[in-house]
């Protein structure tokens, strides 16, 4: 979590930030949380990259359901305090949300 400032908040939002960022979201959930709790700005956090890539090799393996895998990582970062979620899977995850 980026230093406070005397009221608690964020330092970057002290300096002007629109949105505050958090990457990678998964391994900083904890941090993410924090983040949001202190925040009166969106909050975004950022899975892609090695999160993303991670589900995805697992999937081509047969290891883990894709579609499960992906849902589950952005309901972890959404209930986490995400407002914003950036993601390489957000088409495929805006047509399954679609398709329930």
């Known amino acids: ?3 406070a400032n005397e009221t608690g908040h ?3 939002e002290a300096e ?3 949105i505050l960022m958090v990457k ?3 391994p900083s959930l904890d941090v ?3 983040v949001a709790a202190a925040s009166a700005v969106p909050v975004a956090a950022y899975h892609v990259s090695g999160e993303y890539a991670q589900i995805e090799a697992a999937a081509e393996r047969g290891w883990i359901d894709r579609r499960a895998a992906h849902l589950e ?3 972890s970062i959404v209930r986490a305090g995400a407002d914003i979620v950036l993601t390489y899977a957000a088409l495929d995850i805006a047509a399954w949300l679609d398709d329930d």
Do not use: N, Q
Request: charged content about 15%.
């Open 1 to 3: 979590m980026s230093p």
């Open 10 to 12: 964020p330092l970057d």
């Open 16 to 18: 002007g930030a629109d």
């Open 24 to 26: 990678p979201a998964l």
């Open 32 to 34: 993410l949380a924090d």
């Open 73 to 75: 990582a952005v309901t």
